[in-house]
C-alpha cells in the first residue's frame, strides 16, 4: 500500500540497552512532522564455486534517518542533541556535547485508510543545519531537518518495529506511544545523598562538596545553575568548579579557595537536575554544614 500520510512524531532517550534489558525515558511529542525517510544500508558478498555464484549473505549495516519537522523546539534539542538549557532559558550547544542514543515514532497514513505505526529503536542524531533567509513579498517556511544513524539494540539486536492496521493481529494502535517497543520506561525520579551529610559540623575547611545521586544524570544539567555553595548568613555564592564522574553518578564541587573556619554553609542540587531518562528531583536537595 501507498503511504499518503504522516503524523504524530515521538521519541524517548534510551538509559539501557545490556543483556538485562533495555529501558527508556519519558516519551515525548514534538507536532509537526513533515517527512521521514529511512534508509537501510547493508553488505553483501557472494561466494563463487563451480565457476558460478553458489551462495551469498547479506549483513545489515547501520539505518540512516532524515526527518523534517516544521519546528523543534529549545527543551527537544537540548534532550535530543545533548545540548543544555541555562539559567536564563538560553540554549547553549557546545563541542562537548555527546547527544544520547534515542528511539523515535510516527504514524503513517496508508492508501488503503489504514495507518502503520512505527518505533525504530536506538539512533543518534547530528547537528541540524540552519536555513534562515529575510522576510520576502510572500510566505517561505523554514523547517528543521534531524539526520539520526540507527543502529541495533545489543539486548535484542531489533532495530525497527512495525505495527500495521491491515494486519488483522495487530491490536496495539492504542497504546503504541505508551512506551517504546520491546522497552520499559524509567518514570522515577533520582535521589541524592551529599557529603558532607546535612547538619554535619567540624568539616575541614579544605573540603569539596560532593553529591551522590542514585543514578546517572544528564550531563546538561551539571551547571552552575543547578549546583550551588552559599554561605548561609548572607547568602553569597561560594566560587569553584562542578565535575562529573565517569558514570555520570557523582558532581564533586571544589572551592577556587577553601572554606571559611567556623562558618555554616548551604549546598544546594535543584529539580532542574534530571537523569538520563528525564526525570527531575522531586525536591530541591539542601544541605547544611559547618566548617571547623
Known amino acids: 500500500m501507498a503511504k499518503v500520510g504522516l503524523r504524530n512524531f515521538h521519541y524517548a532517550v534510551l538509559t539501557q540497552d545490556d543483556s538485562t534489558g533495555v529501558d527508556y525515558g519519558a516519551i ?9 525517510k ?65 528511539a523515535v515514532g510516527f504514524i503513517s497514513r496508508k492508501s488503503s485508510g ?22 520576502e513579498d510572500k510566505p517561505n517556511f523554514a523547517t528543521t531537518s534531524l539526520t539520526l544513524t540507527f543502529v541495533r539494540r545489543e539486548y535484542d539486536n531489533a532495530y525497527d518495529a512495525r505495527g500495521d492496521e491491515d494486519n488483522s493481529s495487530f491490536t ?12 520499559s520506561n524509567d518514570t522515577t525520579a533520582p535521589t541524592v ?15 569539596t562538596f560532593v553529591w551522590t545521586f542514585s543514578e546517572a544524570i544528564m550531563p546538561g544539567t551539571v551547571t552552575a545553575a543547578n549546583f550551588l555553595v552559599m554561605v548561609a548568613s548572607d547568602g553569597s555564592l561560594v566560587n569553584g568548579s562542578l565535575a562529573l564522574s565517569g558514570d555520570k553518578k557523582t558532581v564533586t564541587f571544589t572551592p577556587a579557595a577553601n572554606f571559611t573556619a567556623a562558618t555554616e554553609y548551604i549546598a544546594v542540587a535543584t529539580t532542574n537536575v534530571k537523569d538520563l531518562a528525564g526525570n527531575a528531583l522531586a525536591e530541591d536537595s539542601t544541605t547544611n554544614f559547618t566548617t571547623a
Open 28 to 36: 515525548k511529542s514534538v507536532p509537526g512532522i513533515v517527512t521521514s
Open 38 to 102: 529511512i534508509q537501510p544500508k547493508s553488505n553483501a558478498a557472494t561466494l563463487y564455486a563451480d565457476d558460478g555464484p553458489s551462495e551469498t549473505a547479506t549483513v545489515l549495516g547501520e539505518v540512516d534517518v532524515t526527518i523534517e519537522l516544521s519546528e523543534l523546539p529549545v527543551e527537544d534539542q537540548a534532550a535530543i542533541l545533548g545540548h543544555t538549557i541555562d539559567g536564563n532559558g538560553v540554549l547553549v550547544k557546545k563541542s562537548s556535547d555527546q547527544a544520547p542514543y534515542i
Open 114 to 135: 489504514k495507518d502503520l505505526y512505527v518505533w525504530l529503536l536506538k539512533g543518534k542524531a547530528q547537528v541540524p543545519e540552519d536555513d534562515l533567509q529575510t522576510q
Open 172 to 183: 496495539g494502535s492504542a497504546t503504541w506511544f505508551d512506551s517504546v517497543y520491546g522497552g
Open 193 to 207: 545523598t551529599t557529603t558532607p551529610a546535612d547538619g554535619a559540623s567540624a568539616v575541614a575547611d579544605n573540603s
